[in-house]
């Protein structure tokens, strides 16, 4: 018969508080601790930004549309774009202000300035991704939508970029020299 072997119990030792592994032990959990903490803070930063932009979508979706082509979509993203420029005109007309030295909200201006290049750049590179609006069960659903950043995940998300409403454009003009072309054949030419 074999014999039993002895069940090994592995205690911890215990660490000294004044001991350099305790200094380290202590210092590796506060890390990991402050981690975790701007780790939270980021998301929750994201998730206001990427709430914010959801949220201006939804206030500006028609009510009366079943669903929206990608060039409505388009013109939509490029109204988004455009929604700094009043506030923008109102600091340029304070500062052309006479008597009025150096610039005012100059601040706000410079971070504005800095959000609408940063979004261009992305609408015309990878695209802004929005909840699929040409598709009317999603466009149902993000009107249904209770304006809670956890809840988008649910919905189908298109990314939507500035060659769709250039292509819209190519083929408009393409349609004029020709009536007779069905809406399948400008389909294959986008492919």
């Known amino acids: 018969m074999p014999k039993e072997g ?3 119990v592995h205690c911890k ?4 508080p004044n001991s350099r592994k305790a200094v380290k032990l202590a210092r590796q959990a506060h ?7 701007k780790k939270a803070e980021r998301n929750y930063l994201l ?7 959801f949220r ?12 929206y082509s ?10 988004y774009l455009h929604r700094f420029d009043q506030e923008l005109e109102q600091i340029n007309e304070q500062n052309s202000m006479k008597g009025r030295q150096g610039r005012v909200h100059a601040s706000r201006e410079d971070a504005l300035k800095n959000i609408i290049e940063r979004e261009r750049e992305l609408y015309n590179a990878n695209g802004i991704e929005l909840p699929d ?8 659903q993000f009107r249904d939508w209770d304006c809670d950043v956890a809840s988008l995940k649910l919905m189908k998300m298109r990314k939507f970029n500035s060659s769709l409403l250039n292509k819209k454009q190519d083929t408009k003009s393409m349609n004029i020299g020709n009536d007779d072309t069905d809406e399948k054949e400008i389909i294959s030419e986008r492919k």
Do not use: M, P
């Not at 030792?13 to 000294?16: C, D, L, N, P, T």
């Not at 998730?47 to 932009?53: D, L, R, S, T, V």
């Open 56 to 67: 201006w979508f939804y206030e500006n979706v028609e009510e009366e549309k079943t669903q």
């Open 13 to 16: 030792k215990v660490v000294h």
């Open 47 to 53: 998730q206001i930004k990427a709430g914010e932009k």
């Open 31 to 37: 890390r990991d601790e402050k981690l975790q903490r």
């Open 70 to 79: 990608c060039y409505e979509v388009c013109e939509l993203i490029e109204r």
């Open 133 to 140: 609006l040409t598709s009317s069960k999603t466009l149902s």
């Open 6 to 8: 002895k069940s090994k």
